[in-house]
């Protein structure tokens, strides 16, 4: 083989055992800009458009804070969400809260409760708590040494 | 000396890159604009650290939640905190830990409006905001 097909498929190797821990985060400027201040500007795919819809329509009365952007930041911020939104029901929310997700409740469904109620999670829109790189779109679970500080909080049945 | 197309391509974009932080905001141009519109009002203000340090540390009681700026950024704001609500780290609001602050008009202009009308209930006026300004890049 040559070294250039060889260091292709390093490559390939490389970007496809990423793929398997990354959740692709579309880049806009203005959405971690805006929304990112005050909470990790969570993937788009973590909700469906019409979830996202009523955030944006929404945000003078977001989960009770006034988050209200500028018009145009709005239509831009609306245009990217709705872009890369999922269209699987497992993503939906009537709260719109992510964590109330079928989906994500799946994905957590091993930590108790009271894992959220730690003074350093505080709730579970605290992603990086336990998915540090998660604002760089890394969110594998938590390596061992990390687990183990939140081993208190997962039970041990595994279905 | 004759210079190549590609040197002064080259020489043109240094120079380009240069301009936006000579004419970027400090925190001392910000809070002397600040101060600037308070003397409109009453000509002998001047920004102070410790009305900005009472304004920052004083518990407001009208959110629940967010009683006051600290319940985010902190007690120290050369330290930063944690949202109340979210638990996210908040990057210190000090221009000498965090020198990304107090650099631009128009993002400051967009936390005071959104953080004085949650915490205190209305904007802050220009008065407040320069000895905002001031009390938290003291020292820096």
Known sequence: ?159 | MAYTTATKICLIALILSAMPAAFADTPSSLAAGYAADAAKASPDFTPSAQRGQTLFTKSWGVSQKMPGCTACHGNDPKVGGKHVVTGKRIDPLAPSTNPERFTSLKKVEKWFKRNCTEVIGRECSAAEKADVIQFISQGS
């Open chain 1, 1 to 159: 083989m040559k070294p250039a097909s060889f260091a292709g498929v390093i490559l390939l190797l490389m970007s496809c055992s990423a793929l398997s821990d990354t959740l692709p985060v579309p880049t806009n400027a203005l959405y971690p800009e805006e929304c990112g201040g005050c909470h990790v500007a969570y993937p788009p795919k973590l909700l469906t458009g019409d979830n996202w819809q009523q955030i944006m329509n929404g945000l003078d009365r977001h989960f009770g804070s006034d988050a209200s952007i500028d018009a145009q930041s709005k239509q831009e911020i609306t245009a990217f969400l709705l872009r890369h939104a999922s269209s699987d029901p497992r993503h939906r929310a009537t709260s719109l809260r992510i964590h109330d997700t079928p989906w994500f409740i799946k994905k957590h469904h091993r930590l108790k409760p009271r894992a959220y109620t730690n003074a350093s999670v505080k709730s579970p829109a605290n992603c990086t708590a336990c998915h540090a790189q998660a604002e760089q779109g890394v969110w594998h679970s938590p390596p061992h040494s990390r687990m183990r500080t939140f081993m208190d909080y997962f039970t041990n049945d595994d279905d």
